[in-house]
């Protein structure tokens, strides 16, 4: 099958399991008649739960989609999908409400499999246009689904409740889709046709290098000396993975570079979930029992504006080196102020503006984030590095929830919460202007490059675009 059809299937997918039309709606569903809970219990019993479950998971299901080479898993994204929202639509009582936040939060944690599956499939020529395919595919889903739930409930054709077999449709088709994905054969550490650097080397045939453990267990070849994949066993299969993912490990995090633009990306992210989170519960605060809310519209325009800037940053020549660090205190004070008045305004117009306005200067600066990182470290790394901040990024949110959210430590308001997100991400951009500071006059100091605008680099420009798009929207 080529590159083509295989990315037809998976962007299908990607597509059918962000059709969710109940989500933008969920708290005040949660709220409801249907469901009766307070929006202390949506806040502190029910959603904490879905921020655990995901970082609890999150390195397991990494580990199982390589080991059980990504297509299982993506069967397994579906079918969590569908359990959480089954449970979501029948369910009644707080502890069936906290199992589908388990569910949910392994339904995030598959995601993984969805967006390095297909880059074991295709050849390394086409990732920049699968890439851009299979996110485009991602966030018109969202789109599309925001619009549908949004022209359903402002024309009353359905209520919150209905929307929510919309959703579990939309999963269960996803599911049944996914099994049309071809099986992949390689990953990158548990399944690795490649000889691997540092194990001993061992070839009767100059064109058959075939890679040994430390135990002299060989890879297999074929008649014609070109290597196929190794069957030993599941030891040492581990054995090798853990090798790789620990070398892997300590080349990217010794590189200052690397290290700084991950620390913000996790802890800018984690901030950022914890918003996407609990802006629901701040917007029900400024809206009265009957009025006609827009969550729907705004969750569309969202993603669609996010996509645009997410395509624009990608082809914006800007000198990061230099700016890079002042770009982040900067955006992230900026984030901070916006949170503030979030915290303590009333108008629902303006509090879904600041909310759009907070997701895409996220989106945005992640991008650069995201770019300044995956251009320090080798292609085989990729998801590794990228798993790792997502995990620090859930770690810091379970304990900001924890603190926070949950009401375990302090008993906070929703409003007063934002507030502790706003001077979350006032430390944040403290912390990033001294470094910020040191760069540009170590820059000044050394006659470097001071300019705005990077030099043009015809030769490096599609692979940094290409980097761009494969791990930074």
């Not at 990607?14 to 109940?22: D, M, N, T, V």
């Not at 006032?426 to 490059?449: D, E």
Request: proline share 3%; with cysteine; net charge positive.
């Amino acid at each position: 099958m080529d590159w083509i059809r295989i990315s037809q299937i998976l962007c299908m997918f990607g597509f059918l399991k962000e059709f969710r039309p109940g989500e933008p709606f969920i708290t005040d569903y949660l709220t409801s008649e249907w469901k009766n809970f307070t929006s202390k219990q949506v806040t502190e019993d029910i959603y904490p739960i879905g921020t655990y479950s995901y970082c609890a998971t999150l390195v397991l299901i990494f580990l199982l989609t390589d080991f059980l080479r990504y297509k299982p898993i993506i069967i397994l994204c579906g079918v969590s999908g569908i359990v959480a929202f089954s449970a979501l639509t029948f369910g009644n009582s707080l502890e069936v409400m906290q199992f589908l936040e388990v569910m949910y939060g392994l339904y995030l944690s598959t995601d993984v499999a969805y967006y390095t599956y297909i880059y074991a499939k295709v050849d390394r020529k086409h990732y920049q246009k699968v890439s851009s395919y299979t996110r485009s595919a991602f966030l018109f889903g969202r789109f599309f689904a925001s619009t549908v739930s949004q022209l359903i409930i402002s024309f009353r054709l359905m209520n919150y409740h209905q929307l929510n077999f919309l959703t579990i449709g939309g999963q269960v088709l996803a599911t049944i889709w996914a099994l049309f994905l071809p099986p992949v054969k390689q990953s990158v550490y548990f399944h690795r046709p490649a000889p691997i650097k540092g194990f001993i080397i061992n070839s009767r045939d100059s064109n058959c290098e075939k890679a040994i453990t430390g135990s002299g267990v060989e890879a297999s070849c074929d008649s014609k000396g070109h290597q196929v994949y190794d069957t030993r066993p599941l030891i040492l299969k581990i054995k090798t993975a853990y090798y790789l993912l620990w070398k892997d490990f300590l080349k990217a995090y010794t590189s200052f570079h690397v290290l700084k633009w991950s620390l913000w990306w996790a802890a800018a992210s984690c901030g950022y979930l914890q918003v996407l989170s609990y802006s629901q519960p701040v917007w029900q605060t400024a809206v009265e029992k009957d009025d006609m809310i827009y969550n729907g519209a705004v969750e569309a325009l969202y993603s669609i504006i996010g996509a645009a800037v997410v395509f624009a940053i990608g082809r914006l020549r800007l000198n990061w080196d230099f700016l890079g660090e002042a770009m982040l205190a900067v955006f992230t004070f900026i984030e901070a102020i916006l949170l503030f008045v979030t915290a303590h305004n009333y108008n629902i117009w303006v509090l879904y503006t600041l909310y759009i306005t907070f997701g895409v200067i996220y989106h945005t600066i992640v991008t650069v984030a995201s770019f300044e990182v995956a251009k320090k470290i080798s292609e085989d790394s990729y998801g590794l590095v990228f798993g790792i901040n997502i995990l620090v990024s859930l770690i810091l949110q379970t304990i900001l929830t924890y603190i926070v959210t949950s009401g375990r430590v302090f008993k906070l308001h929703i409003r007063q919460q934002f507030v502790v997100y706003a001077w979350y991400f006032i430390v944040l951009a403290v912390l990033f202007a001294p470094v910020a500071v040191v760069t540009i006059v170590k820059s000044y100091r050394r006659g470097a490059n001071v300019t705005v605008w990077a030099p043009r680099d015809d030769s490096s420009e599609s692979s940094s675009n290409q980097k761009i798009e494969e791990h930074c929207s």
